[in-house]
């Protein structure tokens, strides 16, 4: 069925950057097999899985939708993928994104642009556009993402489907590509809430392969999510609802009355710090880019262009190879972190999220969980906002907060526009709050 789903919707959707489904299939026969053995399967047996370009594969190429890497397969899987695979996923393909992952439409991939299923005229969001876009017209039941700033969840909230970035540490980034390293989180895209808790569950757990992996033993969600949220006290951040349209505040408000209803407690609180996130993120994440980028080099992997001395090589090899908003980033990001600005610019983004993460702390002093817009509009126009970087980065300020202070966010879908178009509401809690947060998303759903 997903592989005439995939031959129906691809042509028009594109949001795989390379597909194998005779090895889908030769996998899922082998389950059959080995079902009929009597053999006991993973969790995920038989599930069709998407995975975003940016996480290493052994069976597939791995681009980052950059030129910079085409032609490179990786020698080894990232964690995440082991343990897809571990539960028998199987996986489809991998997916489109802005290049590295630095984006909020899909529309900076070096390869080709994700069109949105709701309207193939607007983008799916970003940057994990392919991911989202993958579930959200059912050629894979779940896919993988990474997120930044926001790149899985603003993505879910624009595709109508579940969007889970877990507390940093939770998940092992071994064999993610790494963008801004004290940021990135990865988690899953998923149909509904009880499918995000089942991926969850498979890929969370320490792993020591990765240096920042926790050691706490990750809890189980899919068990208790019917627990309800009774008794708990839910804080609708006002500050980021009035970033939205009318329209999302009004879903933002039904979200509250479901879980009034419920049995939680709702009450409004303004953090107004968590807006400065935004201005702070877009140093922090180009300066961590700056550094990370430094290995492609033309080196070591994916594209050499040709030069007399190892410096023309790698200033032609990057000239071609890394595309404008890449560039942009890395050179924000340098200026940031040069003598001389380093002060005033790398620390005080600095000090701003330390800011972020004490609002936070104030608020989960009275609150357990917080609900906001995920994404302060729905689906944009492609080539709507293209053309100028800050109006695009605008679209993360509901959710770069939670990536700045580490903690766990969900994006639930919540109803449509008037235009047919998808709205995702946000829930936050603290770190380590997966099992509460995740029975409030399923409250909300
Ligand atoms: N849109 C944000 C950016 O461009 C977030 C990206 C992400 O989460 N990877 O940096």
Redesign the pocket.
């Known amino acids: 069925a997903y592989q005439e789903q995939i031959a129906i919707q691809e042509p028009e959707v594109d949001a795989f950057l390379s597909l194998d489904l005779d090895a889908a299939h030769r996998r899922a026969m082998d389950q059959d097999d080995r079902r009929s053995r009597g053999e006991t399967l993973g969790r995920l047996a038989g599930v069709p899985v998407a995975l975003k370009d940016n996480l290493c594969t052994m069976e597939f190429p791995t681009t980052a939708a950059s030129k910079i890497l085409e032609g490179w397969t990786p020698p080894y899987n990232a964690t995440v993928v082991d343990r897809i695979l571990d539960q028998d996923g199987i996986v489809v393909g991998k997916t489109n994104l802005?290049e590295f992952?630095?984006?909020?439409s899909t529309e900076n991939s070096a390869y080709k642009i994700t069109k949105n299923p709701y309207d193939l005229e607007r983008v799916p969001g970003?940057?994990s556009g392919g991911s989202a876009a993958a579930v959200a017209s059912r050629m894979a039941l779940v896919s993988l993402g990474?997120?930044?700033?926001?790149?899985i969840r603003q993505p879910a909230s624009l595709t109508g489907v579940v969007g889970f970035k877990p507390t940093y540490g939770r998940v092992s980034r071994y064999g993610l590509l790494a963008?801004a390293s004290s940021l990135d989180q990865i988690g899953p895209l998923t149909a509904s809430v009880e499918d995000a808790a089942l991926v969850a569950e498979a890929i969370m757990g320490h792993d020591p392969r990765d240096a920042t992996s926790l050691q706490e033993v990750a809890p189980s969600l899919v068990a208790s999510l019917a627990e309800g949220v009774r008794g708990i006290r839910v804080g609708i951040l006002t500050n980021l609802v009035e970033t939205a349209t009318p329209q999302v505040q009004a879903s933002v408000l039904r979200a509250a009355e479901v879980l009034t209803q419920s049995g939680a407690s709702v009450a409004e609180i303004s953090l107004d710090e968590l807006a400065f996130g935004l201005a702070a993120y877009y140093v922090v994440?180009p300066a961590e880019a700056s550094s990370n980028l430094a290995r492609y080099d033309g080196v070591r992997y994916g594209l050499r262009e040709a030069g007399s001395t190892v410096e023309e090589m790698m200033i032609a090899t990057r000239t071609k190879g890394f595309g404008p908003e890449v560039k942009r980033r890395i050179m924000l990001g340098t200026y940031a972190l040069s003598a001389g600005y380093y002060d005033a610019f790398y620390v005080t983004a600095q000090r701003v999220r330390t800011l972020v993460r004490t609002a936070f702390a104030r608020a989960y002093a009275d609150f357990d969980l917080l609900l906001c817009p995920t994404s302060p509009t729905t689906a944009f126009r492609i080539g709507e906002r293209s053309s100028d970087p800050v109006e695009m980065?605008r679209?993360?300020v509901c959710t770069i907060p939670s990536n700045l202070s580490g903690d766990p966010a969900i994006s639930i879908p919540a109803g449509v526009d008037a235009d047919g178009l998808p709205i995702g509401v946000q829930l936050l809690g603290p770190a380590l709050s997966e099992q509460l947060l995740f029975r409030g998303a399923y409250a909300v759903e």
């Open positions: 802005d992952a630095m984006g909020s970003g940057s990474s997120d930044t700033g926001g790149s963008f994440a980065y679209s993360d």
